[in-house]
């Protein structure tokens, strides 16, 4: 073999080698990007992942702020909270003439009258059940 020797290959066998050879390029290069964009994929799909459970674990722990209408509802409980405090100073300013209250001598009066009316009253509900009582044996008796 020479730099002068000469290899004779028919045409349609040289553009099949040619063809062959592009289709293995083409087909090795479409491997290797898909090959690339999956792992590219993948990585971005961990990353993804990983924002998500710090998400997931942060956004209760009020981390990452919270939703407008959660900031809206907060500042009207601190509102009424706010406003619930200042009546309860108010009251609690105020309210001598509850702690001081006496009701006057006729209202004690007609307390204290029902109360002996209410005593009296059981005694006479007990009275009459025991005289029933009486009579209901009596009559027992006189049947006999």
């Known amino acids: 073999m020479s730099d002068d020797s000469i290899i004779a ?19 090795y290069f479409d491997v290797t990007n898909r090959i ?5 994929h993948i990585s971005l799909m ?8 710090a998400f ?4 209760p722990l009020g981390e990452f702020g919270a939703l407008p209408t959660d900031a809206e509802q907060n500042r009207e409980l601190l509102a009424i ?12 300013e105020n309210d ?16 204290d009258r029902t109360m002996d009316l209410k005593v009296e009253l059981a005694y006479m509900k ?6 029933e009582s009486l009579m209901d044996s009596k009559l027992v008796v006189e049947t006999k």
């Not at 961990?46 to 459970?53: A, G, I, K, P, R």
């Not at 997931?56 to 956004?59: F, M």
């Open 9 to 27: 290959i028919p045409l349609r066998n040289l553009i099949a080698i040619i063809f062959a050879v592009a289709v293995s390029v083409v087909g």
């Open 36 to 40: 690339s964009m999956t792992e590219r």
């Open 46 to 53: 961990e990353q993804d992942l990983e924002l998500n459970s």
């Open 56 to 59: 997931r674990v942060g956004w």
């Open 81 to 92: 909270r706010d406003r619930m405090e200042m009546m309860w100073e108010e009251i609690e």
């Open 96 to 111: 001598t003439w509850i702690d001081e209250f006496e009701p006057s001598d006729e209202v004690q009066e007609a307390v």
């Open 126 to 131: 007990i009275r009459v059940e025991h005289l």
